[in-house]
């Protein structure tokens, strides 16, 4: 142990160097970038090299050393070797003396460096700088500050002077003062919102009000009109004329006469006992229908009793009806009203109740500055104002909707059976050409039973019905591209009989996915089941392009003969 310190010692001092704090840098340059740099203590013992490949402190990747590697320096008990070859060239410092390394020479003695000591070489683009010395400390970053004499506060800066400050207190506290009472405002205001179309404002509600109804106002409500609450009147009394026709529940049956609600009551039971005869007689040619073998029955979308387009239309015309009985009882009235006044026998003036007569009249009755009206002129004369505010409103909503939006007699009804009819008819007049085009849209469906003979535990099938289109040649060329799989059933008919040969006709029908069903073989004149059998295998695994609308029915013919040769 003692020997080893010595050592030691013996080593430091040949260094010339403290024990600790003494460190060894390397950096390599290429024209005069830096490439790789190393720094590291003096206790460690071997060689330093430079390579091109491998992993080390000093790696210059792709530089084309001989063997992959240089080795320039090691370090050794008793000093820091450099050993160069005769191609370099430079200078070293050796206890402050300078020594040239020059180059060409070949017997140039190793260079041996000790504490304080450096040494630059090169060779070509590269060059070596190597210095054993203290510990480098890294410079503390300092920042710039100004001194605090020249510093104000950042108070000061927002804000440098009093006025300024007084200015926006003031203005902070009455932005406060106006948020709070905005706030206040908002949390105290009224959460009622409107639940029917009654409780809107009259400005909006006249958007939706026919003006036909506003101007039969005064004929239709009678006592029950209300002025302040004229639209919300109007709108009560046609709801409920609407739901007495259709058979709803009424909201205010008081607003429309008692002969009225009555009819219509009596007109919707009597709708509802026809419908409902209907369907129990269709329910009936049903499962007559279901009981018989090999029958189908193609259903058709229906309607018993009313459509809704049917029933607005029905609907908009009774109330055109009452608006011409309005028209024809005001003009009745006021007929008699210009006629009794003129009758010797009628007590105009009692009817009227006049009890006491003004002496002034007399003389101040031919006096009119203005144009007085009387309570019925004042009704009819508002009326007539909002029906005209109202025609206006909405004459921009109509100049944008088009013919679709409108429901007229003209419009498409749904195919209605009468009882007793085996064809289908259409609620409207329309041509044959357009009645069999809209049969032709029908996707409607074939439902029955097979035949028990055949198939006895069969149950009822549904299929698509036969108004399905596609193009010939699909079918053909599809046929023919895998008609290739009935010549094997047939190759092997010829083993079994050499004479076989002729047509078959087949028949099946393909749906709107392309699968095929109901494939029959209609004539044939190979007789031989087995091949039949293989046929109708190959034929039924067969998926054919799909048809538009429905379901297609294809015959095709195959011919069977033996090649010669």
């Excluded at 009882?329 to 003129?342: C, D, E, G, M, T």
């Amino acid at each position: 142990m003692k020997k080893a310190a010595h050592s030691k010692k013996k080593t430091g001092n040949a260094l010339g160097m403290k024990s600790k704090g003494a460190f060894l840098y390397v950096e390599v340059l290429q024209n005069g970038s830096t490439l790789a740099s190393m720094t590291r203590g003096l206790k460690r013992r071997g060689r330093l090299s430079l390579t091109s490949t491998g992993s080390g402190p000093l790696v210059l990747p792709h530089y084309p050393f001989n063997d992959g590697r240089l080795d320039f320096l090691h370090v050794t008990s008793s000093g820091i070797m450099i050993d160069l070859n005769h191609e370099w060239s430079g200078f070293c410092s050796l206890k402050g003396q300078l020594r040239a390394i020059d180059k060409g020479r070949r017997n140039q003695s190793p260079i041996e460096l000790k504490y304080g000591d450096y040494a630059s070489m090169t060779n070509g683009d590269l060059r070596i700088m190597v210095r054993i010395g203290p510990a480098q400390r890294t410079p503390k970053a300092t920042s710039l500050r100004v001194a605090s004499a020249y510093r104000s506060s950042i108070f000061r800066l927002i804000m440098p002077s009093i006025l300024e400050w007084q200015i926006t207190s003031i203005a902070s506290l009455m932005a406060l003062v106006i948020f709070g009472s905005a706030c206040i405002g908002l949390l105290n205001r009224p959460v009622s919102r409107p639940t029917a179309m009654g409780e809107i404002a009259d400005e909006y509600i006249l958007n939706f009000v026919s003006p036909a109804h506003l101007i039969h106002a005064p004929e239709a409500l009678q006592k029950q009109l209300n002025r302040p609450r004229l639209l919300q009147q109007v709108m009560a009394f046609y709801t409920n004329v609407t739901a007495s026709m259709m058979g709803w529940p009424l909201q205010n049956e008081r607003l429309l006469l008692p002969t009225t609600v009555e009819t219509y009551r009596v007109l919707q039971e009597n709708s509802r006992s026809v419908a409902a005869a209907k369907r129990q007689r269709q329910q009936e040619i049903d499962q007559l229908q279901m009981m018989k073998n090999g029958v189908g029955l193609i259903t058709i979308p229906s309607v018993v009793g009313e459509s809704l387009p049917g029933s607005m239309l029905r609907v908009a015309d009774k109330i055109s009806i009452l608006h011409k009985s309005f028209d024809e009882n005001l003009a009745a009235k006021r007929r008699i009203q210009k006629v009794f006044p003129h009758d010797p026998e009628y007590a105009w003036e009692e009817y009227k109740n006049v009890n006491e007569v003004d002496p002034l009249s007399a003389a101040t009755g031919k006096i009119k500055p203005f144009n007085i009206l009387s309570e019925e002129e004042l009704v009819y004369e508002e009326t007539k104002t909002l029906a005209k505010r109202a025609e206006k409103k909405q004459s921009k909503v109509v100049s944008l909707m088009g013919e679709k939006d409108f429901i007229t007699p003209a419009s498409p009804k749904p195919i209605a059976i009468p009882d007793g009819v085996r064809f289908a008819s259409f609620a409207n007049q329309v041509d044959f050409m357009i009645a069999d085009e809209k049969l032709y849209q029908l996707q409607a469906a074939e439902f029955g039973q097979v035949k028990a003979e055949t198939k006895p535990e069969s149950k009822a099938v549904i299929q698509e019905p036969l108004v399905g289109e596609i193009e010939p040649a699909l079918i053909e060329n599809y046929i023919k591209k895998n008609q290739f799989e009935l010549q094997l059933c047939y190759e092997l008919a010829l083993r079994r009989n050499e004479q076989a040969a002729g047509t078959m006709e087949w028949r099946w029908r393909i749906d709107s996915r392309g699968t095929i069903s109901d494939l029959a073989l209609i004539n044939t004149s190979i007789k031989d089941p087995r091949m039949t059998d293989c046929i109708r295998r190959k034929i039924a695994a067969w998926r054919f392009p799909r048809p538009r609308r429905g379901s297609i029915e294809v015959s095709y013919p195959f011919e069977f003969a033996p090649t010669k040769g």
